[in-house]
Antibody, heavy 122, light 109 residues
């Protein structure tokens, strides 16, 4: 059974750096057909993609947030870490990690973690 | 504002067929496949359709997807009360990013 679980602080202050960890099980981060993505959802709003990383260390970031994001992985620990600098109240959201499955040229997110709500407030 | 355009809401009565549209551009839907996700209230999104029209194991065949040009659609036939949820389309964009729709809230009347 494939599962992903997000962990990190529930409350951060403005200007602080957020560090989130996604711990995966049921698949390996060294699997060439798979990657992990971070996606967030502000309360009552739509999903917003943030970043992804694949087994070959291919990384990609949201254009609008690229300067604030860093994604990395520790294959031995089955963990993917996302850091977001200079947090602001508008970054308050539920942050999800999701496995990316690839087949030929197609990609999709499956499954998703349960999500973790991060509130930015002083 | 989301890159892919979805209607904010849709509704139908039990047993009816409803469709949800998703409009994009040549750099996303026009050149890559579309996926659909269902988000039940208070839960994480779940894969509903991948590669335009493929259903993962366990997804009822009442759900179907299609794509034409730079638009895609999700159809739900035999609408049931448990289908009440938010639905999101998504696609890879050639600018090396994922893009989502703004979501459609489906109400079963």
């Amino acid at each position: 059974q494939v599962t992903l679980k997000e962990s990190g602080p529930v409350l951060v202050k403005p200007t602080e750096t957020l560090t989130l960890t996604c711990t995966v099980s049921g698949f390996s981060l060294s699997n060439a057909r798979m990657g992990v993505s971070w996606i967030r959802q502000p309360p009552g709003k739509a999903l917003e993609w943030l970043a992804h990383i694949f087994s070959n260390d291919e990384k990609s970031y949201s254009t609008s947030l690229k300067s604030r994001l860093t994604i990395s992985k520790d294959t031995s620990k089955s963990q993917v870490v996302l850091t977001m600098t200079n947090m602001d109240p508008v970054d308050t959201a539920t942050y999800y990690c999701a496995r990316i499955v690839t087949a030929m040229a197609d990609r999709w997110f499956d499954p998703w973690g349960q999500g973790t709500l991060v509130t930015v407030s002083s | 504002q989301s890159v892919l355009t979805q209607p904010p809401s849709a509704s139908g009565t039990p047993g009816q067929r409803v469709t949800i549209s998703c409009s994009g551009s040549s750099s996303n839907i026009g050149s890559n496949t579309v996926n659909w996700y269902q988000q039940l209230p208070g839960t994480a999104p779940k894969l509903l359709i991948y590669s335009n029209n493929q259903r993962p194991s366990g997804v009822p065949d009442r759900f179907s997807g299609s794509k034409s040009g730079t638009s895609a659609s999700l159809a739900i036939s035999g609408l049931q009360s448990e289908d009440e949820a938010d639905y999101y389309c998504a696609a890879w964009d050639d600018s090396l990013s994922w893009v989502f729709g703004g979501g459609t809230k489906l109400t079963v009347l």
